[in-house]
């Protein structure tokens, strides 16, 4: 079994950075990692994923070159860099993990980010 605990959410001026966490605990040798995020009144989206191998894929075009997803394979933990942050940006943010040839089926509880003009 796979649990996800994300941290690093917060209160966030635009212009600022915040970094997202998330730990891992369970077997996720070989896993995709990513993070959602959802704002309300919306479907949650695909922010940014991570193959095992490193391969990362940015699904939101206004977070390119502001937003960095890396990983630590050893200590089982994947971030999310977040620079110049935006109002938009305003949302719960989720880490997920896929089993390779599954869909994301691992979650964590979500951690609010909140973006002041």
């Known amino acids: 079994q796979v649990r996800l605990v994300e941290s690093g959410g917060g209160l966030a001026q635009a212009g600022a950075s915040l970094t997202l966490s998330c730990a891992a605990s369970g077997r996720i040798s070989g896993y995709t990692m990513a993070w959602f995020r959802r704002t309300p009144g919306k479907e949650r989206e695909s922010v940014a994923e991570?193959?095992?191998?490193?391969?990362?894929?940015y699904s939101v075009d206004s977070v390119k070159g502001r937003f960095t997803i890396s990983r630590d394979n050893r200590r089982n933990t994947v971030s999310l860099q977040m620079n110049n942050l935006k109002p938009e940006d305003t949302a719960v943010y989720y880490c997920a993990a896929q089993k390779s040839g599954d869909h994301f089926g691992y979650w964590g509880q979500g951690t609010q980010v909140t973006v002041s003009s």
């Open positions: 991570i193959s095992w191998s490193g391969a990362i894929t």
